[in-house]
């Protein structure tokens, strides 16, 4: 049997030795030494004139240019031929070489540009509005494995989105995209450090680019439903900076941009909710909610008329990590019903493995029940409903604050729906739930129907006679569409 073949040291990647290669990581790294090759004996002003002309007279080069430079960038903290390497982590220093200061010297160093001087030199040679360089942006954003990326490649990666936004290139909706996916990858229910520094420095960029996150509408809605549900895991005391500025920055938000807060959907008034209580700038926000909204904006009448709107799924995915949401889909997709327990376990093991983690679970329930919905011809197979995963899941739930917060999270559109503008779908794994577990566990069936008519009776009294109303609705259409037997 043959050896596997080993590759070399990734500079961008935290591999082991025997973990398979990435392609683009590979491809990134030829290039640059391709780029570095003519750098010897040229002066910067030398340097960039030679690689106009080449790009210039060959296109083809064009990309392998970009790459060169891109990798230059992402790995100016951790690459031994960078004239930064060894010094401090940018995310630790605002005064060294990514803002464009020298750095300390490194006797090995294949060329002597500072960040911001690659930064400058790939925008000059690039031809397509950042469209090359986009791509790989959104390739590493989007990373399953984010982890495995290193930190100083991460801090140059939110570094250079920071900076193709002050550059207004590529496309506005595609540096959304940059930032829709960085805050994706903050995993909740995670208080390691490295998801912890992302989370601060994720929150960093979008503090130093408020004026283009106050035109984006979508930046607005993900950034503050994403802190609004980190919040919830930094409550010790030693993650309170954090916490603060994450309190500030959402607070901000509802009340200067309350209108676009509210495209979330009901999903808002859910996570102020769960905010809302023992934080006085978000308790300040919910007593206005509820008894002068004109104060957040002028055309809110009620409460009302945010919980009657279907929360949006791009938020409601915003929750889950690229990785996690991919391995849920795998078992709701691909994995026969009675042959997922393993799949679950690892699952759980893999995501939600401590009491820390379970801020989490209403996340994920919300995702199961807004987010995917199966076609028709997966309904009919034989893959694992999503009734019996979420019946799954509620089993390794220990926290009777969590297991309040996860019903909520299951029953939450039954409260508001409305045939007309509500699907069918987001009611469809409760009511499955329920009625399946009659024969064998019926305690579920009891526990579920005990919270839903609690919930209807208390989730907000003046609002009771048309909570009532609408769970009438859920159930008759339940019954119409023959969603039971």
């Known amino acids: 049997m043959a050896n596997p073949e080993l590759h070399g040291p990734s500079y961008i990647l935290d591999l082991r030795l025997y973990d398979e290669e990435d392609a683009i990581d590979a491809d990134l790294t030829r290039d640059y030494s391709k780029l570095v090759a003519v750098f010897p004996g040229k002066s910067e002003m030398e340097i960039q004139s030679h690689i106009q002309e080449i790009v210039s007279a060959d296109m083809s080069k064009h990309a392998e240019i970009l790459n060169g430079l891109l990798y230059a960038i992402l790995t100016y903290h951790t690459h031994p031929g960078s004239?930064?390497?060894?010094?401090?982590?940018?995310?630790?220093?605002?005064?060294?070489?990514?803002?464009g200061n020298a750095a300390p010297p490194n006797p090995d160093r294949q060329h002597s540009y500072s960040c911001q001087a690659l930064a400058r030199l790939l925008r000059i040679v690039q031809r397509d509005s950042f469209g090359h360089v986009y791509k790989h942006m959104r390739y590493?954003?989007?990373?399953?494995?984010?982890?495995?990326i290193r930190h100083a490649v991460r801090?140059?990666?939110i570094w250079l989105v920071g900076y193709m936004t002050e550059s207004r290139m590529p496309a506005i909706h595609l540096i959304e995209q940059l930032y829709?996916?960085?805050l994706k990858q903050i995993r909740g229910g995670d208080l390691s450090i490295t998801n912890v520094q992302h989370a601060e420095s994720t929150l960093r960029l979008l503090q130093e680019n408020q004026e283009f996150v106050d035109a984006s509408p979508l930046v607005i809605g993900y950034s503050?439903?994403?802190y609004m549900r980190v919040i919830l895991d930094h409550g010790s005391s030693r993650f309170a900076q954090i916490r603060q500025q994450e309190v500030n920055y959402c607070v901000r938000l509802l009340r200067e941009k309350f209108r676009e807060c509210s495209e979330i959907g009901r999903d808002l008034v859910r996570a102020l909710q769960d905010v809302g209580r023992g934080i006085p700038e978000f308790e300040g926000i919910w007593v206005d909610l509820l008894f002068n909204p004109r104060s957040l904006n002028p055309q809110l009448e009620?409460?009302?008329?945010?919980?009657a709107v279907p929360s949006q799924k791009i938020y409601l995915a915003s929750r889950l990590s690229y990785e996690m949401e991919h391995k849920l889909l795998h078992i709701l997709e691909h994995i026969n019903n009675g042959q997922h327990f393993r799949n679950l376990q690892w699952f759980t093991e893999r995501f939600l493995p401590n009491q820390e983690s379970e801020t989490l679970y209403p996340d994920i329930i919300r995702y199961i029940c807004g987010v995917y919905h199966p076609a028709n011809a997966v309904l009919a197979g034989p893959t694992v409903p999503r009734y019996v995963l979420i019946g799954g899941l509620l089993r390794n739930i220990r926290s009777n604050v969590t297991a309040a917060n996860v019903k909520l999270a299951l029953m939450y559109d039954w409260l508001f729906f409305e045939p007309a503008r509500d699907s069918i779908m987001n009611i469809e794994p409760a009511m499955l739930l329920m009625e399946r577990s009659l024969?064998?566990?019926?305690?579920i069936t009891a526990i579920l129907l005990e919270f839903l008519f609690f919930t209807v009776e208390n989730y907000y009294?003046?609002?009771?006679?048309?909570?009532?109303?609408?769970?009438?609705?859920?159930?008759?259409?339940?019954?119409e569409k023959g969603v039971i037997r």
């Open 83 to 99: 004239p930064a390497f060894g010094s401090n982590d940018p995310s630790n220093n605002t005064s060294n070489s990514v803002n």
């Open 140 to 148: 590493f954003c989007q990373y399953q494995n984010f982890q495995r």
């Open 155 to 157: 801090e140059q990666l």
């Open 180 to 182: 829709t996916a960085l």
């Open 224 to 226: 503050c439903y994403t």
């Open 302 to 307: 009620s409460i009302r008329q945010i919980l």
């Open 439 to 443: 024969e064998r566990t019926a305690y």
């Open 461 to 479: 009294p003046p609002l009771r006679d048309y909570i009532q109303e609408h769970v009438a609705k859920a159930a008759q259409s339940i019954v």
